[in-house]
């Protein structure tokens, strides 16, 4: 739940403007210090949180932190399945109306007062109850009817419907520390909250969160319900740019990168003592286009133009996804036109019956010619005195973005459309295009849930708010329709009917067009640590090295 939210288990492609170097000197600790000292191991990445707060989190990595430190009633596990995470077994009745389920024993928060099934069942209601201020996960309480605690050790979902995603539901409702969350009883003190104490019941427990300089240091939880981890301490480390995140994986100043940039893969590759996991993911990069309708409060700033839909036509002809894959992420990706990938579920919801827009810059500009764009004295289309001229905005974090920006300078140029690119730090990213609407395109990308659920929840029009998911601003009535539909079918094929539908509708409309799906790249020194996942031999893991199912396994090599 990018960029933005990749979720917990899944790996974000995420890459770095090569400059300096890292935004602070790596903290000074190694699995080799001493035999008898503490265990750190030490995670570099380029993006850093930019919340604790899982009501308002919205990048990646303050995903991954809530992945280490929370807890929900069940997760997914490394092949997928659903595994019990809280919960110790569950079990749902003959109509799939109420769902039981049973916790394990001696569970404790991180400050020791024993979790009850309370604290689980206040956590969901809590969710359920704050719609606005919980935008970001209610949708994972659509259809529910009540949360109960019968006594410590048993909570119980009641549904208005079957629901057939149940395990992946729950598993994205965090159990939350009351005290903190209780008192904040407006939208406005939840917003505010930095959660900067964050206190869960994970295999590992905040010590430091230094936002400024990037760095996250996360205890080993002694009392892990499910088997204390065997290293003492996760360090997780921004880097200003990629360059410097890499030289620091060669000479050992961190022992796992996060997400390996495409352009150093090779490089990386060659590093002794250094595995590297190549595995396709959920995850997709996209050109935004603000589609957001003009009547809306507060009204968008984007360029008229772009709410007509052959604009947003021609725009997706010009773009040559194969270029995009070959020379920016340097063949480590394939062409994508679907916010639903293939490689998610093993394609089982990915429509098979939609053929992407070829690139064709001749039949672009004649796209154009015929809905009345005509050149200006500049060679730019107008029609009506609006002229195609567009901010084109992208992460700043990123190494492949400013390249696809310059490429498409040149696609849509050779049509008539101007784009100014600007690269953008990721935390005005996110306040301009959630809610807001005061962008024209934007070059950004999604992570993946194990399920289809979410990601169709970004094209909500309820979504459309400050703190709500959406970035385009698309509102269709019938595909908000389609996707309560689609919650509420209990039968996988019917399920999967619906969600084709919604696929064409996006497909039709083009909020997003949609460049590649990329590879998961991530790498860890292996004369540091060992007992990684072996993504060789086992290529379909959707569990990344920086997630709870990872580290609480992983050991130093003495």
Known sequence: MLKRTLLLTLVLALAATACAGPATPAPEA?????????????VGWIDRPDTLNPAYAFLAVSYVIFDLVYSSLVKEGPDGQYVGDLAQTWTHSDDGLTWTFTLKDGIRWHNGAPLTAGDVAWSINEIMGDPEGWATLVNYTNGFKAVTAPDDK??????????????????FLYALWRADFEPLDTVEALQNFTNDKLIGTGAFKLNVYDKDRGVVILDRNPDFYDGAPKIDQVILQSFDNSDAMVQALKVGDVDVLYSVPNSAFETVKGFANVVVAQTPSRSFDELIINVAREDRDPAPTANPALRDPQVRLALATAINKQDLVDVVLQGLGRPAWSIVAPSLAGGFWHNPNIQDHAFDLEKAAQILEDAGYTPGADGVREKDGVRL??????????????????????????????VNPEATDSDTLTSLTTGIGDFDLVIWGWGGDPDPDFILSIMLCEQFEVGGWSDSGYCNPEYDQLYLDQQQASDPAQRQAIIYKMQALLFRDLPYIVLYNYDSLEAYRSDRFRNFPDYIANPSLTVSMVSSFSLQKVEPVR
């Open 30 to 42: 190694s699995a080799t210090d001493t035999p008898a000292g503490p265990v750190s191991l030490r």
């Open 154 to 171: 048993t909570v119980q979902i009641t549904l208005e419907y079957p629901i057939g995603n149940m395990e992946y539901r729950v598993s």
């Open 389 to 418: 001229e567009f901010r084109l905005q992208f992460d700043a974090d990123s190494a492949e973005y400013p390249r696809i920006a310059d490429l498409m300078v040149d696609w849509f140029g050779q049509i008539g459309v101007k």
